[in-house]
């Protein structure tokens, strides 16, 4: 993973020119004054750790796997925000952790949080790094010394049940192996985020991940059958069934904890047969609200599609929406993507019904043109993001989920928002996970960076939230909430609901060295 | 209710002479030598608030809406397992609170638990009265007195989006009052557990029900997509999104906390149109086994019909699966009810392509028959409990749930304790829930009644609970925790979740007044 941006740095992709003269005309776009700084630029503070200490984690995890070097500790500096980016950038190192300390088994997370909490060490749980709200931003504000628990070496498929079809899967997996070793098997998890190609199966569950084929899959939530949490109090083993009326569900309690509870170290995830048949294909709808009209009510009435997403027509003008196209000319009107994955018959017949609806709502089929460029570029967006960057626009998400009826309104007051804070920006959104009763919206804002492009998309950011706390919106359907959400997630749930989460995570976390700062400030 | 037993006492139902016979020749059943108890002959304890407490809880709700009658305390002493109705049929009243509360609105509730806190009142939320765990049992030891805060003036329907297909209804509705009202929208919950002629939403949400059409419309908790807690330290309103990854999901701690946390004032329930049409049929299968896996089949590889039912040999030679018809000859093997519900033509659709796997699996159809019958008898099996009782059998049932892989294992171990346990009982199991990983078993339990019918079943349902735990499965699928099952329960979140419950506990009711002894011992 590129240190400085997204991915395979041979994956680069140029802006194509039409995309350069559209970010100068419209947007007003000029090259940045400074470039990016270079690896050895980013200024770090010195180790805070003691050679005792490091000496302590050693004698847990083994020499090799405890790592003070400047590169790694860059390489675990925040996540993948548009803010993170711009700040390594420039070349800003200053909430590098001290070191990276590299467990391979339960019991060596185990130990290092025993290890951390009695000696005030803070601990930022590390899976693929992809955070876009400052989930890796742990403050080191009053602590000996902030560690990343990198899990990366624990990235095995435990074992396989194939009657019941749960995997047990180790956290540190990337979803891309996890897939490859269950295509071994015929099985797919059919989890695809838009950070797939790096996140890991940890970070998923600890961010309540929702992915691009969650109509059909279900989110990462709905797949976590059993999990074990390390704690600096001890392990919490859950799920002895798929589902439970024995009190509270504490699986769910611990999806979302984003590391500020414990280290998961194992999960039980539920498989399915890998789809012997996938088809994606375009729909165009006249407006983003007819568009809306008529994802509802597959979402309502059925069939629902594994892929479900709909670009407003700012997305689809601009062709966000298939971003190997980027630039292209759009017919016009909304562009939905519906994807099918299953057994041949299946997919057959759910499409028939689907299309059938769709038309009746109408829609006008695009045939397959659309869907495949949308598949050839499902991942690609980051990628396109640090082209952005580098030519001096602003481009970053952000995402909300609220019941059908105020969807309207919530769309209008995230827009206004935006447009309020920025000069001429680009706002686009999408929806992209729907549900009976309610639909996720997701946006994505370019604009001229600013001298202090950081301060700038800051307030941009507040507004856009404040937007979504006011007109009744979740401040995340799937991002999390890392350092950025915390105050809003702190009004969507109240004083109490803080309460409470606080009251937890002091029983599992007593010492409050895991991931200070976020989930709760 | 019948204090005594279930349901409208007109609607009670005589065994049928082939059922006296079998449970005389088979099992031993003799008519118990002491009659029930008269209402007027149950023993209470004198009520134990002071008049100046009293009037102080008239003072939140108004006079009329604190009652302490004999009958009405009678009224809502216990649930309605078998050992609450042979200790009530015995004349036992100890566990009778003292007084009854009726609040009418969210600001009554919350006023009536600052009050309770503040004088040391024991609260039981009590919704229908139908818990079977001893959820209503609450210790009333340690504090000045126990109040049953009853629910039942909480009753409406207090607003309908039907664009997002949400309503909102408050906790006292009992489920058949909700359907007729949401009938008259052409809308349905589609929950009905056997406990829907009598049971409470708040009720379901409380205890996590699951109901028989959860296959089709979902557990309960799927329903829930947000609720207001009145708790002694505050409210908490949760749910502005269908789903949400703005940390965990907090509605999943309330539901299944069983008044324990807080008394549940309102309910935003996912609703569904009406079904068009509705077909119940039956299937036979040569064994358990061989029913189980085509269950498993529809389970993972779909369709799944909205009602999936599977009688072990034992049940299905009972007739149990069709309570209407109790003692009818069987055609051997095991009966299975599949239904389906939704539009004409969607119903059409799943219902051949189900079949089609069914008839695949070995499956032999019997047609509508039997669906109808099953269907008939639905919510009967309560009032045959009764006539069992009164006849001198014990009858009584306990459920579990695990992933697919153990399903066999644990059945026979649960089997195995009853027998163990009990002389010659008679013990049925179904399956009455499928997951895509897993399922329900659903025991039933008649024997002859000892000497000490309630210390009998107390022994062998340990041996279940045992069984249960060890081979694990979760000691709850749908009827709960209550006091019956806390130490399965303690075994099954292990000491840390049990720490984790009781922090999230001491938050939010730190006096210990909210249903002290359920959940958590």
């Not at 995997?167 to 950070?195: D, I, K, Y």
């Not at 994955?341 to 659309?370: D, I, Q, S, T, W």
């Amino acid at each position: 993973m590129l240190w400085s941006g997204w991915g395979d740095p041979a994956k680069a992709a140029d802006l194509p020119e039409p995309v350069r003269e559209l970010l100068a005309s419209l947007l007003g776009v000029r090259p940045p004054a400074v470039p990016a700084a270079e690896l050895g630029q980013v200024r770090l503070r010195p180790v805070a750790l003691t050679p005792l200490v490091l000496a302590g984690l050693s004698d847990i995890v083994g020499h090799d796997h405890v790592r003070f070097d400047d590169e790694t500790r860059i390489r675990h500096t925040r996540g993948k925000s548009t803010p993170d980016l711009l700040r390594i950038r420039a070349g800003d190192g200053s909430d590098a952790p001290d070191a990276v300390v590299l467990p391979g088994t339960h019991d060596e997370v185990a130990a290092l949080l025993g290890y951390c909490a009695d000696n005030r060490i803070a601990v930022v749980p590390f899976g693929g790094g992809t955070s876009v709200v400052g989930g890796l931003t742990a403050s080191g504000s009053g602590f000996a010394g902030v560690v990343a628990l990198g899990l990366r070496r624990m990235d095995r498929l435990v074992g396989l049940d194939t009657v019941s079809m749960v995997a047990e899967l180790e956290p540190g997996l990337r979803a891309v192996e996890a897939e490859r070793m269950l295509a071994g098997h015929g099985l797919t998890l059919g989890h695809f985020p838009q950070s797939y190609e790096y996140a890991t199966l940890g970070g998923f569950a600890a961010a309540r991940s929702s992915g691009q084929a969650s109509s059909g899959y279900g989110r990462f939530d709905d797949m976590v059958m059993g999990l074990t949490l390390a704690t600096p109090s001890g392990t919490l083993r859950l799920g002895r069934a798929p589902r439970s009326a024995a009190g509270p569900d504490l699986r769910q309690l611990v999806l979302g904890s984003e590391g500020a509870f414990g280290v998961i170290t194992s999960l039980r995830l539920r498989v399915r047969p890998a789809p012997e048949v996938t088809v994606y294909e375009g729909w165009r709808f006249a407006s983003f609200a007819e568009g809306t009209a008529a994802a509802r009510l597959l979402a309502q009435r059925g069939p629902l599609p594994t892929v479900l997403r709909l670009s407003d027509e700012t997305e689809t003008m601009v062709g966000l929406a298939k971003p190997g196209e980027l630039g292209a000319p759009s017919d016009g009107g909304c562009l939905m993507i519906t994807g099918y994955e299953g057994a041949g018959e299946e997919v057959g017949a759910v499409r028939e019904r689907a299309a059938a609806a769709l038309a009746g709502a109408g829609g006008v089929a695009l045939g397959a043109g659309p869907g495949e460029s949308w598949a050839k570029g499902r991942f690609a967006a980051p990628y396109l993001r640090d082209s952005l960057l580098a030519a001096g626009a602003t481009a970053e998400t952000l995402e909300t989920a609220c019941f059908w009826s105020e969807l309207p309104a919530l769309y209008e007051a995230v827009r206004r928002a935006l447009h309020d804070e920025l000069a001429s920006p680009l706002v686009m959104c999408h929806v992209s996970h729907v549900y009976e009763t309610g639909a996720s919206l997701y946006f994505t804002v370019v604009t001229a960076q600013s001298a202090d492009p950081v301060e700038q998309w800051a307030k941009a950011k507040r507004a856009a939230c404040d937007a979504i706390v006011r007109t009744g919106g979740t401040i995340s359907h799937h991002h999390g909430v890392g350092r950025d959400h915390r105050e809003a997630y702190a009004a969507e749930i109240g004083d109490l609901g803080v309460d409470v989460v606080r009251a937890v995570k002091a029983r599992l976390d007593p010492s409050g060295v895991l991931n200070p700062g976020v989930l709760l400030s």
